[in-house]
């Protein structure tokens, strides 16, 4: 087919079509955040390379060409979250999560919360909560947490009612940050989480509640957070925060997350 003076074949409409749509999700998995305009400051470069290419401009085209090259390692890394958020998108895609077989090879199974201690997680939770100390708990479900333990007080200790009601009480001098626990070993306290700053999130959200949405969009952990000035316990998970649970739903909430495949808790 001819369109003015360019041959249009099906195969240039349907490479144009997976474009938009690829931009479109790019577009909607940074916008709002600072990466936007990184992405759009590279597409604008892109977009002049390719003008100062067709122009035939030697010399100009192969600074441009050696500049996005080294942009896109640096996209990369900008792009850290939000490439995840991504490829955790497609990872969620019903064929992954409904097919048996593949949920066997990949071992998505129920998992075993008999060495999480829950139990002392949750009754905690309970006593902080009715005692409006503000808290913030990060329970580990496959991800790996090292880098954020990193960030905190290393302690390593078996998980208990009291370690962790004493660890936030006001004079604790580890009440600040986040507790971080892995099966069942609290392993550090006052860690600092990644804070969620999409357009997704309310502005009215302090940032104990962010951060909590930070680490659950970061990784595939569940973060207890308990609010200092309300008591009220909220989950977050998958990025997204379920206010307000009532304390007599909170254990089976988070076992349910945590032992299965379900991706989000149902609100
Ligand atoms: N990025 C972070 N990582 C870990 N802890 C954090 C982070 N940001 C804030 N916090 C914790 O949250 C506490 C209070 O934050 P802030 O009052 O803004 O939160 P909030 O969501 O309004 O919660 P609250 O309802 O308890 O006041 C801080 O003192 C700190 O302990």
Not at 35 to 45: K, N, P, T
Not at 182 to 193: E, S
Request: net charge neutral; hydrophobic share 50%; aromatic share 8%.
């Amino acid at each position: 087919m001819r369109v003015g003076f360019l041959n249009v074949n099906w195969t240039d409409i349907l490479d144009v079509f997976l474009v938009s749509i690829l931009l479109y999700q790019i577009y909607f998995l940074v916008r709002g955040s600072i990466a936007s305009r990184v992405f759009l400051g590279y597409l604008f470069v892109y977009v002049f390379y390719l003008v100062v290419k067709g122009l035939g401009l030697g010399l100009l085209t192969a600074i441009l060409q050696y500049f996005m090259g080294v942009g896109a390692v640096a996209l990369i890394v900008i792009f850290q979250q939000e490439i995840r958020r991504f490829l955790l998108i497609i990872g969620k895609s019903t064929i992954y999560t409904n097919n048996e077989f593949l949920k066997k090879i990949l071992g998505n199974t129920v998992l075993d919360l008999k060495n999480k201690n829950l139990k002392e997680i949750i009754d905690a939770s309970k006593t902080i909560a009715s005692n409006f100390n503000g808290a913030l708990i990060v329970v580990n479900k496959r991800d790996d947490l090292g880098k954020f333990i990193e960030t905190g007080e290393l302690l390593d200790a078996r998980v208990s009612k009291p370690l962790i009601v004493s660890l936030f009480n006001q004079y604790s001098e580890l009440h600040d940050g986040a507790v971080v626990i892995v099966d069942g070993r609290l392993k550090a306290a006052r860690c600092v989480l990644p804070v969620a700053d999409g357009v997704d999130v309310p502005s009215s959200l302090g940032f104990r509640h962010r951060a909590a949405m930070g680490m659950s969009e970061a990784t595939d952990a569940v973060v207890i957070v308990i609010s200092e000035q309300t008591g009220k316990i909220s989950l977050a998970v998958e990025g997204e925060l379920l206010s307000n649970i009532p304390v007599s739903e909170l254990e089976t909430r988070v076992a349910e997350y945590l032992s299965s495949d379900v991706q989000r808790l149902v609100k």
